[in-house]
């Protein structure tokens, strides 16, 4: 997958481990975020994602857990066809203020096959065991 910097200070993404699903996502500012404020950060990378797939990112378990920081958007979505820069909406949930310094990791991406299917608007809905029970109709 093809990967175009557009800042100097953009870090080409890497997993942490080899066996790792995402890839961390580096900030290329200092940037400070306050208890409910949502901010943008920038990646300063552009992708090309092919066809068929997406980019999914994700909040980072560890920022989660230490600082009560999550997506602003719960999970971002990047299109095979968008070519502009990634950018990370975090939201600060916590109770302190959390800094990042360039090159910090922020989150991280993680790359989806998309599943091949056409919607087809019908009349009636195959029956199932659950029928229409929503949130909360299978337990607790």
Do not use: W
Request: proline share 6%.
């Amino acid at each position: 997958m093809k990967i175009k910097r557009l800042h100097s200070n953009a870090e080409i993404p890497r997993r942490a481990t080899p066996e790792s699903a995402g890839f961390d996502l580096h900030s290329i500012d200092n940037i400070t975020i306050n208890p409910g404020e949502h901010k943008p950060v920038r990646t300063g990378l552009a992708f090309e994602i092919p066809p068929g797939y997406a980019m999914f990112i994700y909040p980072r378990s560890g920022l989660a857990k230490n600082h009560g920081l999550t997506l602003s958007n719960a999970v971002g979505v990047v299109d095979s066809d968008y070519r502009g820069e990634v950018v990370v909406l975090l939201h600060n949930a916590g109770e302190h203020q959390v800094s990042f310094q360039i090159g910090d990791r922020v989150a991280q991406a993680i790359i989806h096959r998309l599943p091949d299917i056409e919607l087809v608007e019908c009349e009636e809905l195959t029956e199932t065991e659950r029928g229409r029970g929503g949130f909360g109709s299978t337990g607790l």
